[in-house]
């Protein structure tokens, strides 16, 4: 059987690196990003980074818009069930980061939707197209869980997130639902967290695709995991 993918924020960091990983091992793949010219080139990258039998369809667009999860889940349905789930775009919110009471309404409400609502939301659009063997990973923060000054919007949208993904757990049994810590790595995200600052000492996005397909691939039940304590 087709192994059908959708991954979002793929055009970049995190989402690029297991894109092309999973393509290489013959995944087929839907994937997005808000930009459309840095997602052509990613689905470039991932086609030649695949195998034969692989397919990557390439959807522009925000993953907040419910119109733009809908053209995701049409594109998934014309490669076949999904078995595998990647809820990886997401938003700051705002750089530099402000305090807590600091930060715009408007932007913690963006901030939530992305980081939140919309993987849910994915998940919901999929849900007829989702096997019972399918794999939903929420990509997950260390900021879900440590209290890090002036990160409580991102932070506390990544914490709800984890507690939404093991309710759709509890909910489907049948799915595996992963919370995944990717670690501290060298990202845009990270940059614009720390404008100015160099980055260079910490791990490229390459360094959590090991700890992810252990955990996508393996046998692992519901629940939080660390990616880079499993690739060590």
């Known amino acids: 059987m087709e192994r059908v993918a959708v991954v979002t924020g793929a055009s970049q960091g995190l989402g690029l690196a297991l894109a092309r990983s999973l393509a290489a091992d013959g995944w087929s793949l839907v994937i997005d990003a808000r930009r459309e010219d840095l997602l052509a080139h990613a689905a470039s990258d991932i086609a030649h980074a695949g195998t034969g039998g692989s397919t990557v369809v390439a959807v522009p667009g925000d993953v907040a818009d419910a119109a733009h999860r809908a053209a995701l889940a049409a594109a998934a349905k014309d490669l076949g069930p999904v078995r595998l789930v990647v809820n990886n775009a997401s938003t700051l919110g705002a750089s530099p980061l402000p305090a807590l009471v600091d930060l715009d309404p408007a932007t913690y409400l963006r901030t939530l939707e992305v980081n939140l609502v919309a993987p849910i939301a994915l998940v919901a659009a999929l849900a007829d197209q989702l096997g019972d063997d399918a794999t939903i990973v929420n990509v997950s923060s260390d900021a879900a869980v440590e209290p890090y000054e002036h990160w409580g919007g991102y932070g506390s ?9 093991m309710i759709l757990a509890e909910e ?3 799915w595996r639902v992963l919370a995944i810590d990717p670690g501290d790595l060298d990202t845009e995200l990270h940059r614009a967290a720390f404008p100015g600052e160099d980055l260079s000492d910490l791990p490229g996005p390459e360094a959590a695709v090991p700890g992810f397909r252990s955990l996508i691939d393996g046998q692992q039940g519901s629940g939080r995991y660390r990616a880079q304590e499993l690739a060590r």
């Not at 949208?157 to 993904?165: E, G």
């Open 172 to 174: 489907h049994p049948s």
């Open 157 to 165: 949208s990544k914490a709800a997130l984890d507690h939404a993904s």
